[in-house]
């Protein structure tokens, strides 16, 4: 006959079990713990190290030396995308030579109140250069790269670059600025993601484009543009100058505004080239001024208007970026409204942005 086993058998077999589970428990709470210690050692680092560079920023030390890592421009040697400028600011020219205005342009991709201008005057941007009004120069900047971490701004730049050899730089800079991530994403830093993003220009992708992107064939030329920005003086992205004139100066721009001066502008020029000759002047001006009248009234009606969020948008978007702007610079950056106003004066730290 079986018998039974005895309670205390039981009691020990139970007994061991347990044992056993809180050692299992404790094991993995020990793992848990010391893998919590080394998440929070490794956030320490990533803080101290944005720390190091705003305190870098804020001693005068450029932006794109701490960002820009393995830069190869002490060689004096640049590649130089198709049609772009070499000089001590580098840039990359958009519309007629011969415009009778310059719009200056210093902006970094991954800045939010350049996307904000960007988008409140584009319009009137583009018009006036179809129309022949207006040439654009801008430069490229790299500054949240180092006020935030990444890649993104000098990969971004590059591949805007390499469109310009493709002849389409514009198309791909608007692209770029509608498909913005978050600043506090490094996106931008993906390659894949870029060349993905070319695909929405017509005729851009290519092998040519590709390897350039993936190369980082014209990283020295951004970083070379980024450096006269630093040296530059301006307080933050965008900076936008009409004639060499800042239009921060001008509190209340509308894209419409913007209009208005760049013809007031070819209006001043127009009259001081017929002061010299009256008869060809004359006959020129009569022609030109006419055209160019019709231009800048379908500019007004056309763009400007069908701007009308654009307008009102550029506006509030431009003003209210200065104070975003300024916001973002309270988390360590700094910047000028989308409508060029110096927000981001008044914190100290705009040389970071």
């Not at 713990?33 to 920023?57: H, M, S």
């Not at 005729?203 to 980024?226: A, E, P």
């Not at 030109?288 to 550029?314: D, F, K, L």
């Amino acid at each position: 006959m079986r018998r039974r086993p005895s309670a205390s058998l039981f009691r020990g077999v139970s007994q061991n079990n347990q044992d056993k589970k809180s050692s299992a428990r404790e094991r993995l709470q020990a793992q848990r713990a010391k893998e919590k210690e080394r998440e929070r050692r490794g956030r320490q680092l990533k803080v101290a190290g944005a720390v190091v560079v705003v305190l870098a920023v804020a001693g005068g030390i450029g932006v794109w030396a701490a960002s820009s890592g393995d830069d190869s421009g002490d060689s004096g040697k640049v590649a130089l995308p198709k049609g772009t400028q070499d000089s001590d600011k580098p840039a990359v020219p958009v519309g007629k030579k011969e415009a009778p205005s310059t719009l200056t342009v210093w902006e970094d991709f991954r800045c939010p109140a350049c996307a904000q201008f960007e988008k409140g005057f584009r319009g009137a941007v583009h018009e006036l250069e179809d129309a022949g009004q207006l040439k654009t120069d801008y430069h490229l900047a790299t500054i949240i790269d180092g006020s935030m971490g990444g890649k993104g701004s000098v990969t971004a730049a590059n591949a805007a670059l390499c469109a310009q050899d493709a002849g389409r730089f514009r198309e791909y800079h608007d692209v770029l600025y509608e498909n913005q991530p978050p600043e506090q994403q490094d996106r931008f830093s993906d390659k894949k993601y870029l060349i993905q993003l070319a695909g929405k220009v017509d005729g851009l992708v290519s092998d040519t484009f590709t390897q350039c992107v993936n190369k980082g064939t014209y990283t020295d030329f951004v970083y070379k543009s980024n450096s006269a920005f630093t040296n530059s003086g301006y307080r933050g992205t965008p900076t936008v100058l009409l004639n060499g004139k800042n239009l921060a100066d001008d509190k209340n721009l509308t894209p419409d505004g913007l209009k208005q001066k760049v013809r007031d502008a070819a209006k001043d020029k127009k009259a001081g080239g017929a002061s010299g000759n009256k008869p060809s002047g004359a006959k020129s001006g009569s022609g030109t001024g006419e055209s160019g009248g019709s231009a800048g009234a379908s500019a007004g009606n056309a763009a400007g208007h069908s701007a009308g969020a654009g307008t009102t948008a550029g506006t509030t978007a431009g003003a209210t970026a200065g104070a975003g702007h300024s916001a973002g610079a309270g988390a360590g950056h700094s910047g000028r409204g989308a409508d060029g106003s110096t927000g981001g004066s008044a914190d100290g730290r705009a040389p970071a942005r």
